[in-house]
């Protein structure tokens, strides 16, 4: 089994910053594409920002110069530094991993429960 475990949501002013962590465990062999995606109520969800394996980066136009996106590949994690926060980011943030797990060996995709981010004006 694989999980993807989200932190680091919460309450915060407009303007304001947060960071979010996302975590894979389980029986992995390596973690490739890591990425970040949110849904507001009655809304789609939408890609906020995603990362290679090897560092290459990918952001949607409404977060490009406030969020920055990393990973630290030895701990199979991913980041989301949050700045200028504004309320239209309210969102449940959710992490997206595609992770090549043993037992056989299988490319999968694999998705955490969420975490609330809430920026207030």
């Known amino acids: 089994q694989v999980q993807l475990v989200e932190s680091g949501g919460g309450l915060v002013q407009a303007g304001g910053s947060l960071r979010l962590s996302c975590v894979a465990s389980?029986?992995?062999?390596?973690?490739?594409?890591m990425g970040w995606y949110r849904q507001a109520p009655g809304k789609q969800r939408e890609l906020v920002a995603e990362i290679a394996r090897g560092g290459d980066t990918n952001y949607a136009d409404s977060v490009k110069g406030r969020f920055a996106i990393s990973r630290d590949n030895a701990k199979n994690t991913v980041y989301l530094q949050m700045n200028g926060l504004k309320p239209e980011d309210t969102a449940v943030y959710y992490c997206?991993?595609?992770?090549?797990?043993?037992?056989?060996?299988?490319?999968?995709?694999?998705w955490g429960q969420g975490t609330q981010v809430t920026v207030s004006s």
């Open positions: 389980g029986r992995i062999v390596s973690v490739n594409t």
């Open positions: 997206k991993a595609r992770i090549l797990v043993t037992g056989p060996s299988t490319m999968r995709l694999y």
